[in-house]
């Protein structure tokens, strides 16, 4: 059984920072691809941040030049550094690992940003 386990959410102030941390156990391997998404209330889930095996990132236009993702796939661990919260960044987050036969997800982790 595969599980995806988030941390570091919590409750902080407008232009402060957070770090997100996933943690992979059980029988996935060889991930191809590691991602961060969030779901704001009353609207769907959307992609903040993704790393592939190789390194290359992809970022929400939204988050761009504030976030960082970082992710080891071997340790089947990622992270996302969350810098200048604003409001709008309010949400739960969900990490996300992909094999080529498996997609899994965490239960999520919330972030709360204050005005």
């Known amino acids: 059984q595969v599980q995806l386990v988030e941390s570091g959410g919590g409750l902080v102030q407008a232009g402060g920072s957070l770090r997100l941390s996933c943690v992979a156990s059980?029988?996935?391997?060889?991930?191809?691809?590691m991602g961060w998404y969030r779901q704001a209330p009353g609207k769907e889930r959307e992609l903040v941040a993704v790393?592939?095996?190789?390194?290359?990132?992809n970022y929400a236009d939204s988050v761009k030049g504030r976030f960082t993702i970082s992710g080891d796939s071997e340790k089947r661990m990622a992270y996302l550094k969350m810098n200048s919260l604003k409001a709008e960044d309010t949400g739960v987050y969900y990490c996300?690992?992909?094999?080529?036969?498996?997609?899994?997800w965490g239960q999520g982790t919330q972030v709360t940003v204050s005005s």
């Open positions: 059980g029988s996935i391997y060889s991930i191809n691809v």
């Open positions: 996300n690992f992909r094999t080529s036969w498996l997609n899994a």
């Open positions: 790393i592939t095996r190789d390194g290359s990132t």
